[in-house]
């Protein structure tokens, strides 16, 4: 399972390899929620003084979207709903918090 592709687990099908799939394909929505989230925050709380301060509170930021899109991948397979509609449903709540951060703060 781990050494094949995202369409070669679909086609063998099961719930498992269909969600292990779905939530491989999950993991291309990390970087763009993480670089909606520390931009803003960094530019907005990061000045030549305080750069440290700025990363860390930008990092600590990205966390908890990027770690709703892995938990969403990761618990897939054991709900009750097909695991493509757990697996967007946790990329559009992550998407949430990302989107409103984003358009506050526009750079």
């Known amino acids: 399972r781990y050494t094949m592709t995202g369409p070669e687990l679909l086609a063998i099908g099961g719930k498992t390899n269909e969600a292990y799939a779905w ?10 929620l993480a670089a909606l989230i520390v931009m803003p925050i960094f530019v907005r709380f ?3 003084d305080a750069i440290v301060s700025g990363c860390l509170k930008a990092l600590g930021g990205a966390a908890l979207p990027v770690l709703v899109v892995v938990v969403g991948g990761m618990i897939a397979d054991t709900s009750a709903f097909p695991p ?13 918090p990302a ?6 703060w526009r750079l």
């Open 99 to 104: 989107s409103i951060v984003y358009l506050r």
């Open 84 to 96: 493509m509609t757990v697996v967007l449903i946790a990329v559009g709540l992550a998407l949430i």
């Open 23 to 32: 939530a491989r394909w999950s993991r291309v929505v990390i970087p763009l």
């Open 46 to 48: 990061s000045n030549r």
